[in-house]
């Protein structure tokens, strides 16, 4: 995969405030996407997922939108807390092809400032 | 215990050496996977299983690399004659079965080879 460094693109929020995490996905045969949430040294934490025949998923908190148009994903938290602090992944999946691989796209990192 | 485990959680080697790690997967899961995870970037596929059979194996696993998963169950990865470049986290993540389900995953066994 391409090599992305040591430095993540990394979003700074306001405790209370709402937080848009964004993520290009490569694939535009990928019909299943997946949001993960990643604290240091843990493995990743499944948060929401949403399927291609859908463009909108709401989950507590949280919130997926899917533009396969510019195949875009996005991941909306509302009002985030402290604990929402993480490396935010997402995660593509074609059904019709390789069915053991996900792709993950680059993380990024979310701090919440109380 | 609900969730996928993995052991070591940590494990530090010599270049040279040869290591193992076990994963067990979340019962009734059919479908077992292994990613590697080097810092700052997102997991890669190695390879994954239905059942007892290894469907797919990704170009990173070199021949040094071998996976089994014997009955079906749990899932041991070997790395024979580890070199520096194979310091990372390896990650393990069930799902129920092919198709698009969310993949679970295990806290990771960090390796570090000196």
């Not at chain 2, 940590?10 to 292994?34: A, M």
């Not at chain 2, 990704?58 to 194979?86: C, H, N, V, Y």
Request: proline share 4%.
């Amino acid at each position: 995969g391409e090599s992305v460094g040591l430095h993540l693109p990394t979003l700074s929020v306001q405790e209370g405030d709402n937080s848009i995490i964004n993520c290009a996905y490569s694939n535009s045969a990928s019909d299943y996407f997946i949001w993960y949430k990643q604290e240091s040294g843990k493995g990743p934490q499944f948060i929401i997922d949403i399927r291609s025949n859908m463009d909108k998923r709401q989950g507590q908190r949280v919130t997926v939108l899917l533009n396969k148009t510019v195949k875009h994903l996005s991941l909306q938290i509302a009002a985030t807390q402290p604990g929402d602090s993480a490396v935010y992944f997402c995660a593509e999946n074609m059904s019709t092809g390789s069915q053991g691989n996900l792709i993950f796209g680059k993380g990024t990192k979310l701090s919440v400032k109380p | 215990d609900t969730g996928v485990s993995q052991n070591p959680r940590h494990k530090i080697t010599k270049r040279g050496q040869n290591v193992t790690f076990r994963c067990d997967p979340i019962s009734e899961h059919n479908r077992l996977y292994w990613y590697r995870q080097t810092l700052g970037q997102g997991p890669e596929f190695l390879t994954y299983f239905q059942n007892e059979a290894q469907l797919e194996k990704s170009r990173l696993l070199s021949d040094r690399f071998s996976a089994e998963r014997p009955k079906g169950s749990f899932s041991t990865l070997e790395i024979q004659r580890t070199e520096q470049g194979d310091s990372a986290m390896y990650l393990c993540a069930s799902s129920l079965d092919a198709g698009l389900y969310e993949q679970y995953f295990g806290p990771g066994t960090r390796l570090t080879v000196t």
